[in-house]
């Protein structure tokens, strides 16, 4: 009874469904059918999104020569790309690379068919459109673009099939003082923390018209280029020599390399030369060299002068009392602030817990403690700061394990009420702010955390695939602090007591520079303008410029409720040229960062640019660019790009990313298909059932 | 097998085919139906009133209306890019320039449902972007090209002025984890 009731219910459920299924199956069937017609009608201008090496066929292959020249404090790098064409074709080479984030490119020349042409300095477009313009009327040319503060992509065009053409490029670089010695870190691969190893085409996006007819033309074979990575490459792929000419001026105790083997020879006091014990190492980590002066010869201070142009300029470093001598830790208020809005959804808000969790941990005894969500609405779980014992403790631990993900993200509310100090209490106050970044008004957020933020410290602690570092990252900087990035589960452990370790360490806070000449004050240009805090063992370094040498500098300080003070007389110093470029690309990066505390766009773009047109630097507004004047490539040549593979870098995976651009694809298109296979499974059920 | 146990087989399948394509049926419906509450919540904001969420519980809030004639493409262009935002319209990406300024201003959208027309762009094609107090800044397509999702560089809001939308690729792509992105670069235009 039931069966019959059954079946003929299912028929008659069946009867109203096979006209729809037919017609559904019909449909699909369209889709089939049109479908790759459309795709391949798309493709005919648009062929440059293969990832598997396709346009690899046209690279030519390139040779690396690092030559490294240290001064004191300072390192003149010397870059040589040397490409070389082995294909019957003439061609373009692309080549995507890494250099330190505080490198100031100051020279581009090109050894073009034995001769040597230098390159200038211009605005970013018209650079591009010069080097445009000589490639495709058969002139040799280089062009050297800053892609991000630490990428950049040299392009070499019309290299002569069987030739060689060799780009140079040079920097200015000031060492990092750490644990008692120098290093000098060279990255050699497209660093992690930007692009774990994927490749880059969007570096290139200007180098070819993929698309539409109308630009093809101008471009010769054009879709190309994609500059791919070589997963597993042996080691002749993008060789590299390195030597290094140390002039320490100082007695070493030690030079050691963390990355990479290598050979030191002392020539005399204080001069070293050191090279790569196996010659050549493939372009797959850093590399780094460390020195460590005889104990006792520490310097406390170094200075560095030129005078360029008519003016004078000045690189100051100064070594910080040692922490040894300071109370040891200092007492402090730390505010955690947790995004629980929706999109933490899943892994996030688990990460955020693991983080939150850990954090609380490392709270000692007079330490004050907060912890603030932000969804929709804000909590805070006290009024204000309790002290950090077991019975606030247990409840911070029951309420962080609570923490749901849902609702919207009102950061600014929530921003507002961690950095308000309703406790003047002289501890040192942190506010550690945990969130994928996913926020609304930025500005407002720039703006009340550059208002806001007295004496407090904002730390960014970004979660989950974060496109946001950007904000991040300035939001940190208007807070003094610093932009910390978790990005799996694995790492939340170690990074977050990474980050509690430079916190919970005695800082160097308001710093202030007063510099005199003979007994009046100077007028100096300093950079930065606005020294960070200074964490366990960093030294002070700034730039100055100014028409006439400053005699003194007086610098004073806060370690927590210490003050501190020093005068250094600036007489003598070392002569050293190119110290006007590292003032200015300080100058450039200290506009950059005002562009994150609301200042206007267009006045930080004339600032950049003028500041890069007049000391030749290479900057996110200007390239460097080498043209050869001389047509060589015959007019009915073709020229083919090929971008160079980029190695993965040692260890790394392709799956470990740092930032992410969002999704933007909904799963519609996959269920469309499902149901339809569903369907049709169904339909070939019922017949044979029949 | 028994005839009992296909019946109940294919009613299973049936129900299961169903479902998935009413799902499928869902999410475009919701964008549309989203983009028009969103409409008239631009409509009232450009005329003055208070802002309201577009419809009871809304947690996003319309930024900019972006328009292309030639496509007669009208859309609401939402705060934020994340998942949830997408679903309902265009979103902004975060860190970007702000529309109405001078700088790169990144939108996103879902490549099937409100960004399928990128696909139709041209070269020259006209986009305004009309930002929350009514002013409105007028861009000519300059060029397209597929990205990967880890070139975050493309967010930069210093970069030079120009509006970059972009979606997934490829177009007909059946899965939604794609790792490529479809980047048309529009240019400013005198006012």
Redesign the interface.
């Known amino acids: 009874m039931l069966?019959a009731e059954?079946?003929a219910w299912?028929g008659l459920?069946g009867r109203a469904?096979w006209g729809g299924l037919s017609v559904?199956l019909l449909l699909a069937a369209l889709v089939m059918l049109v479908?790759p017609a459309?795709?391949a009608g798309?493709q005919a201008g648009?062929r440059?999104?293969a990832?598997d090496g396709a346009g690899l066929g046209n690279a030519p292959s390139l040779d690396t020569r690092i030559a490294i020249g240290v001064s004191g404090v300072i390192a003149r790098v010397r870059v040589e790309q040397r490409f070389y064409n082995p294909h019957k074709d003439w061609v373009e080479g692309v080549y995507v690379f890494p250099l330190p984030q505080n490198a100031a490119v100051d020279r581009l020349r090109m050894r073009y068919g034995g001769r040597l042409i230098e390159g200038e300095i211009q605005e970013?477009?018209q650079a591009r459109q010069n080097y445009e313009r000589a490639r495709d009327a058969g002139q040799g040319a280089g062009l050297l673009e800053q892609?991000?503060a630490n990428?950049f992509t040299t392009a070499v065009a019309n290299i002569p099939p069987g030739e060689a053409v060799a780009i140079e490029i040079e920097f200015q670089h000031d060492l990092a003082w750490q644990d008692g010695g120098f290093s000098l870190r060279l990255p050699l691969v497209v660093a992690p923390r930007?692009?774990?190893g994927?490749?880059?085409?969007?570096?290139l996006?200007g180098f070819s018209?993929?698309?539409?007819a109308?630009?093809t033309d101008q471009v010769p074979d054009a879709s190309q280029i994609t500059p791919p990575v070589a997963v597993s490459a042996d080691d002749s792929l993008n060789p590299v020599t390195i030597t290094v000419d140390l002039n320490a001026g100082l007695d070493l105790a030690e030079v050691v390399s963390a990355s990479h083997r290598i050979d030191v020879v002392r020539q005399s006091h204080g001069h070293y030369r050191i090279g790569l014990a196996r010659g050549k190492v493939p372009a797959e980590r850093d590399f780094v060299l460390s020195w460590r002066p005889l104990l006792g010869q520490q310097p406390s201070a170094a200075l560095f002068t030129e005078v360029w142009e008519g003016r004078h300029y000045g690189l100051l470093m100064l070594m910080p009392p040692q922490a040894t001598a300071l109370p040891q830790r200092v007492g402090r208020e730390l505010v955690l602030v947790v995004d629980t809005s929706?999109?933490m959804h899943g892994d996030s808000i688990e990460q955020a817990r693991a983080a939150l969790l850990r954090a609380l941990q490392q709270l000692g005894p007079g330490d004050r403690f907060n912890v603030i969500q932000f969804n929709?609405d804000v909590h805070a779980l006290f009024d204000r700061a309790r002290p950090a014992d077991q019975v606030h403790l247990q409840q911070a631990k029951r309420y962080v394990t609570g923490l749901r993900a849902d609702?919207?993200?009102e950061m600014l509310p929530a921003m507002r009420l961690a950095l308000r100090d309703p406790s003047p209490s002289g501890l040192l106050r942190q506010v550690v702010f945990l969130t994928d970044?996913?926020?609304?008004?930025?500005?407002a957020l720039f703006e009340a955390v550059a208002q806001e933020i007295g004496a407090s410290r904002l730390f960014t602690v970004g979660i989950g695939s974060a496109?946001?570092?950007?904000?991040m990252t300035r939001a940190a900087q208007a807070g003094r602090g610093t932009f910390t990035y978790i990005d799996s589960g694995a790492q939340v452990q170690g990074t977050i007591d990474r980050l509690f370790r430079q916190l919970s360490a005695p800082v160097l806070t308001d710093l202030r520079l007063h510099w005199r000449r003979g007994e009046g004050d100077a007028a100096v240009q300093q950079a930065p303008v606005q020294v960070a805090d200074l964490y366990a063992g960093e030294p002070l370094i700034v730039a100055v410029a100014a028409d006439g040498a400053p005699t003194q500098v007086d610098v004073a300080g806060r370690f927590g409720t210490v003050d501190w003070q020093q005068s250094v007389t600036l007489s003598g110093g070392a002569a050293l040229g190119g110290i006007h470029a590292l003032w200015a690309r300080r100058m450039i990066d200290d506009w950059?960062a005002r562009?994150a505390s609301g200042e206007d766009?267009?006045v930080?773009?004339q600032s950049v640019l003028q500041l890069a047109l007049e000391h030749r630097l290479v900057s996110?507004y200007t390239s460097l660019v080498a043209i050869e004047h001389t047509p060589v490539r015959p007019a009915d040549a073709p020229l083919k790009s090929g971008a160079l593979p980029v190695r993965l870098p040692a260890g790394w995976s392709a799956s470990a990313?740092?930032?992410?651009?969002?999704?933007?694809?909904?799963?519609?298109?996959?269920?469309?298909?499902?149901?339809?296979?569903?369907?049709a499974?169904?339909w070939v059920?019922?017949r044979?059932?029949i | 097998m028994s005839?009992?146990w296909?019946?109940r087989?294919?009613?299973l399948?049936?129900i299961?085919?169903?479902?998935?394509?009413l799902?499928?049926a869902y999410?475009?419906a919701k964008a549309w139906l989203a983009q028009h509450l969103l409409e008239q919540a631009w409509q009232r904001r450009l005329a003055g009133q208070p802002a309201q969420p577009p419809w009871p519980g809304a947690?996003?809030?319309p930024l900019a209306r972006l328009h292309q004639p030639r496509l007669a493409v009208t859309q609401v262009v939402l705060?934020?890019?994340?998942?949830?935002v997408?679903?309902f319209g265009p979103?902004h990406?975060?860190?970007s320039?702000?529309p109405g300024?001078?700088?790169n201003i990144v939108i996103?959208?879902?490549?099937?449902?409100h960004?399928h027309w990128l696909?139709e762009l041209?070269?020259?094609d006209l986009l305004t972007l009309e930002s929350g107090d009514g002013t409105v800044r007028r861009y000519a397509v300059n060029?397209?090209?597929?990205?990967?999702?880890?070139?975050?560089?493309?967010?930069?809001?210093?970069?030079?002025d120009q509006l970059r939308l972009?979606?997934?690729?490829?177009?007909?792509?059946?899965?939604?984890?794609?790792?490529?992105?479809y980047?048309v670069?529009a240019l400013p235009l005198a006012m």
């Not at chain 2, 705060?79 to 949830?84: F, I, K, M, N, Y």
């Not at chain 2, 996103?108 to 449902?113: A, E, L, N």
């Not at chain 2, 972009?166 to 992105?181: I, M, N, Q």
Request: hydrophobic residues 40%.
């Open positions: 069966r059954s079946r299912l459920l469904l559904s479908g459309e795709a798309e648009l440059i999104y990832t970013r477009q892609q991000r990428v930007y692009i774990p994927a490749p880059m085409p969007g570096a996006h018209a993929h698309g539409w109308g630009d929706g999109s929709t609702g919207g993200t970044g996913a926020v609304g008004n930025e500005q496109p946001n570092a950007l904000f950059l562009h766009g267009e930080v773009r996110r990313v740092f930032g992410r651009l969002p999704g933007t694809a909904t799963p519609a298109p996959l269920f469309l298909m499902l149901g339809l296979a569903c369907l499974l169904a059920l019922r044979r059932w | 005839t009992a296909r019946s087989l294919v009613l399948t049936l299961g085919g169903i479902g998935l394509l799902h499928a999410l475009p947690d996003m809030r705060d934020g890019a994340s998942g949830r997408l679903a979103g990406v975060t860190g320039a702000l300024e001078h700088g996103s959208g879902h490549r099937d449902t960004f696909r041209q070269d020259g060029r397209a090209a597929v990205h990967q999702e880890t070139e975050i560089g493309l967010l930069d809001p210093l970069a030079d972009f979606t997934c690729y490829p177009f007909d792509g059946l899965y939604p984890g794609t790792p490529l992105r980047v670069t």
